[in-house]
């Protein structure tokens, strides 16, 4: 079947203007995370869902950068008054979830640029 | 605090040569480490994990305790191994999530 999709792939927003990134998990994976790589570092991870609860948000930047999950499924993470410090690769990766460590399994990717 | 470490940003390498990505960790628990790849226009995707002790194209990786290390060996490296490594260490404290290295970027020149 169909991996994870991400929309939209490319974003450029201008500052002090709020996007919403959306990603489609794995249908049946129950656990979904959202990283951020900006340019020439790793990957840093911002939040991470098992179903629709967050148990985890302490890798949010700031209190301008939020999340929810639905039934689920898709996933929408919010960004307000964008600064150009958001700018970065925002990924989303799903997994069947649980306890055990399983396999995450990425999205392509929504490339973030703050003019 | 848990902290993966990848000292080489890029790493050159002939192929047919022996070629070694270090990776380090710091975790006060029980670690599970993973290598993670991503080919040129593809996805990041999983490469393998330490519990699985299994070898991927041609590639393996030892956990090693007492040095604190999990670094990815193949013993003779070829063109399309060319990609971006991530060692990554899964923290299980209250959450599922994996922690990244900054990556390396293995270049195999022909």
């Known amino acids: 079947g169909a991996g994870v999709s991400q929309s939209p792939s490319n974003k450029v927003t201008e500052k002090g203007k709020d996007v919403e990134l959306r990603c489609d998990p794995i249908?049946?994976?129950?656990?979904l995370y959202w990283y951020r790589q900006r340019l020439g570092q790793g990957l840093e991870f911002l939040i991470y869902?098992?179903?629709?609860?967050?148990?985890?948000k302490s890798g949010l930047p700031s209190d301008r950068f939020s999340a929810e999950r639905t039934g689920e499924s898709v996933s929408t993470l919010t960004i307000q008054r964008t600064q150009q410090e958001d700018s970065a690769v925002y990924l989303c990766?799903?997994?069947?979830?649980?306890?055990?460590?399983?396999?995450?399994?990425f999205g392509p990717g929504t490339r973030l640029t703050v003019t | 605090a848990q902290r993966v470490t990848q000292p080489e940003k890029l790493l050159s390498v002939f192929k047919g040569a022996p070629v070694e990505l270090k990776c380090n960790y710091s975790?006060?628990?029980?670690?599970?480490l993973f290598w993670y790849v991503q080919y040129s226009r593809q996805r990041l995707q999983l490469l393998l994990r330490?519990?699985s002790r299994e070898s991927i194209k041609g590639f393996t990786a030892d956990l090693n305790k007492g040095e604190t290390s999990f670094h990815l060996k193949k013993p003779f490296a070829q063109e399309e191994d060319s990609a971006m490594y991530y060692c990554?260490?899964?923290?299980?404290?209250?959450?599922?999530?994996?922690?990244f290295g900054q990556g390396t970027r293995l270049t195999i020149n022909p």
């Open positions: 330490h519990i």
């Open positions: 990554a260490l899964n923290w299980i404290q209250g959450a599922q999530k994996l922690v």
């Open positions: 990766a799903s997994s069947l979830g649980g306890t055990i460590a399983y396999e995450q399994y």
């Open positions: 249908s049946g994976h129950t656990a």
């Open positions: 869902f098992q179903g629709n609860s967050a148990p985890d």
């Open positions: 975790y006060s628990g029980s670690p599970e």
